[in-house]
């Protein structure tokens, strides 16, 4: 079969069967986490910020903000008490600070609730997580599309779901899906979460 295309903006929710391509989608694509786990404590940190924008634009918790908060050591309460100062720090990226000294002031008020030690050296990744962050925040006029894997999405269902189908996926669903692959179950999962549409973002 073949899925018939479409464009995620307007729609409830854009599916992938990974993290990558969802921030890759667009400005208008607001994925729920980062990658697939937060182990590292410098992605907790992040994750612990894009759960204010996920909190501001679907009233829920970044996917993997409980195991942010322990990668970092906290508790729900110190989490708590770290959304103001986290709220300021997304006022800041709305802004035009320097995507440097936003790291240093995230890495400072994850500090003051946290025993863990943050490396001060930063990389370029975690330095792209902000300005993605920063992109959604100056496209925030127009609704923001939640981005989920098939994982994250299973049991949920939406109105219209847009799939953001590869090349390899397209060509699977052609020739039929088979339930001994592990992907081929994901996408299934992925093209049965809408009520009414599915459509293929990559179409």
Not at 169 to 179: A, D, N, T
Request: aromatic share 4%; glycine share 6%; hydrophobic share 40%.
């Amino acid at each position: 079969m073949t899925i018939p295309s479409g464009q995620a903006e307007n729609t409830d929710v854009l599916l992938a069967l990974q993290w990558k391509p969802l921030w890759e989608a667009g400005s208008h694509v607001l994925p729920l986490a980062y990658g697939s786990t937060t182990g590292q404590i410098h992605e907790a940190a992040c994750t612990l910020l894009l759960s204010e924008l996920t909190q501001r634009a679907f009233g829920e918790n970044a996917t993997f903000y409980n195991d942010a908060l322990t990668t970092l050591g906290i508790d729900h309460e110190a989490g708590q008490r770290l959304r103001p100062p986290l709220q300021a720090i997304v006022a800041d990226l709305a802004g035009t600070i320097a995507i440097a000294e936003i790291w240093t002031s995230l890495n400072t008020v994850v500090a003051s609730e946290t025993n863990r030690p943050l490396p001060r050296r930063r990389n370029h990744t975690h330095t792209a997580r902000l300005e993605n962050l920063r992109t959604r925040l100056h496209t925030w006029a127009a609704p923001l599309v939640p981005g989920l894997t098939a994982h994250q999405a299973k049991g949920r269902e939406w109105d219209v779901v847009v799939v953001h189908l590869t090349s390899a996926e397209r060509e699977s669903l052609r020739r039929g899906l088979s339930s001994d692959s592990e992907d081929h179950r994901k996408l299934y999962v992925a093209l049965t979460r809408a009520k009414r549409m599915t459509m293929d973002v990559s179409g």
